[in-house]
Structures are given as C-alpha cells and as structure tokens.
Nanobody, 124 residues
Framework: QVQLVESGGGLVQAGGSLRLSCAAS????????MGWFRQAPGKGREFVAA????????RYADSVKGRFTISRDNAKNTVYLQMNSLKPEDTAVYYC?????????????????WGQGTQVTVSS
C-alpha cells in the first residue's frame, strides 16, 4: 500500500505563487511515477504534471507549462508542485497520485494511489 498526503494549498491572489507538497509512505517508490491532477467544481479530473522518481524526467499539461514546476526529494519521499503566476482558472482541488510504472501518464485511471486533495483558490 502507498499513502499520499498533500499540503500547501490555500487562497492566493492572481499572479501569486504556492508550493504544494505530497508526502509518500508505504512501499518503495523507486519504480514509481508521480503525478499531480486537479479538479474544479463541476469538471473532471485534469492532468497537471508528472515526474519519474529515479531520473526526474517530467511532463506538463499545456495549460501550466512555464508556470508550474514539479520536482521530488527522494530522501524525503516527497513530491512538490511549485505554482507561479497563478490564474483564477487554476482554482481547484489538487490531488497527488502514484503509479507503479515508469510511464508519465496523463490519464487519471493510469494511477493506482491518490491523496485526499488540497484546495487551491486563486482570487482575481
């Protein structure tokens, strides 16, 4: 089993920044890829970014490229999402997810484990 706990959400003005953290525990993550997704009210879960634990290669949704950065600290078993130049349309519940595969999937059903989510609200 894998447990994921997100933190770092909150309320921020447009143009501001937030850093989300996802602390992972349980099984080893050396063979895992990690992702961030988000879900706004009335919408489906949307891919944001993904990273491979070992080599750190990344993938981003077009809507966040150049503004968001995903990273990981292997020693702390933690994945981060640095969000800059935030926009009101970034408002959503952000979820951390893990998959027992190296692929940087953008599909929510490609992930095996999920955190409880953290709310990010961007005011205009």
């Amino acid at each position: 089993q894998v447990q994921l706990v997100e933190s770092g959400g909150g309320l921020v003005q447009a143009g501001g920044s937030l850093r989300l953290s996802c602390a992972a525990s349980g099984r080893t993550f050396s063979s895992y890829a990690m992702g961030w997704f988000r879900q706004a009210p009335g919408k489906g879960r949307e891919f944001v970014a993904a990273i491979r634990w070992i080599i750190g290669s990344t993938r981003y949704a077009d809507s966040v490229k150049g503004r968001f950065t995903i990273s990981r600290d292997n020693a702390k078993n933690t994945v981060y999402l640095q969000m800059n130049s935030l926009k009101p349309e970034d408002t959503a519940v952000y979820y951390c997810a893990a998959r027992s595969d190296y692929g940087l999937s953008a599909q929510a059903n490609g992930y095996d484990y999920w955190g409880q989510g953290t709310q990010v609200t961007v005011s205009s």
